[in-house]
T-cell receptor
Framework: AAGVIQSPRHLIKEKRETATLKCYPI?????VYWYQQGPGQDPQFLIS???????DKGSIPDRFSAQQFSDYHSELNMSSLELGDSALYFC?????????????FGSGTQLSVL | DAKTTQPNSMESNEEEPVHLPCNHS???????IHWYRQLPSQGPEYVIH???SNVNNRMASLAIAEDRKSSTLILHRATLRDAAVYYC???????????FGTGTRLQVFP
């Protein structure tokens, strides 16, 4: 069965650079979620989208932005990267969580900021 | 948002049942109880969820207290592959966000 696909798997950037992470949800899933997991930390909710509109917002820095496109894939754009942005970024997709659908997570993008 | 409390770690031997507790004393009537687990170097994985009644699926069982202030995830026969961090999460009503707390790290010994 198709799963959530994230690209790239690994990304190395320098401070103050920008990064774009991509997420391709499971077909027919209309909701996408982004999470950040720092080393030894629990996943932190960043933002979610439903039908291409922002649905909920968590602890996402102002330097980050995200969107969901007409084909339901999503991109997380990160600017002015800081060392503290080094983390594993997970994308998940589902039918709508508020309807108690379960989330399916991708394998994540490991971002290293040097 | 309602919070959950879980033990930091638990241990089990292979092929034994495991009961992972979760306290959620401030749960509201519309909060669903979700369990996810995260194996090393992988994204979180859905395990089970429920509202009031006990739930069973091929992975686990969820026992919910009558007053809903606590629940227990039951793995009927632990395997080495079940070693993971288990998160008990309450859904935030009318939102599309799942807030992870500090889960329970389960170690399984052969």
């Amino acid at each position: 069965a198709a799963g959530v696909i994230q690209s790239p798997r690994h990304l190395i950037k320098e401070k103050r650079e920008t990064a774009t992470l991509k997420c391709y949800p499971i077909p027919r899933h209309d909701t996408v979620y982004w999470y950040q997991q720092g080393p030894g930390q629990d996943p932190q909710f960043l933002i979610s989208f439903y039908e291409k509109m922002q649905s909920d917002k968590g602890s996402i820095p102002d330097r980050f932005s995200a969107q969901q496109f007409s084909d339901y894939h999503s991109e997380l754009n990160m600017s002015s990267l800081e060392l503290g942005d080094s983390a594993l970024y997970f994308c998940a997709s589902s039918g709508r969580l508020r309807n108690n659908e379960k989330l399916f997570f991708g394998s994540g993008t490991q971002l290293s900021v040097l | 948002d309602a919070k959950t409390t879980q033990p930091n770690s638990m241990e089990s031997n292979e092929e034994e049942p495991v009961h992972l507790p979760c306290n959620h004393s401030t749960i509201s009537g519309t909060d669903y109880i979700h369990w996810y687990r995260q194996l090393p170097s992988q994204g979180p994985e859905y395990v089970i969820h429920g509202l009031t009644s006990n739930v069973n699926n091929r992975m686990a069982s969820l026992a919910i207290a009558e007053d809903r202030k606590s629940s227990t995830l039951i793995l009927h026969r632990a395997t080495l592959r079940d070693a993971a961090v288990y998160y008990c999460i309450l859904s935030v009503p009318y939102t599309d966000k799942l807030i992870f707390g500090t889960g329970t790290r389960l170690q399984v010994f052969p």
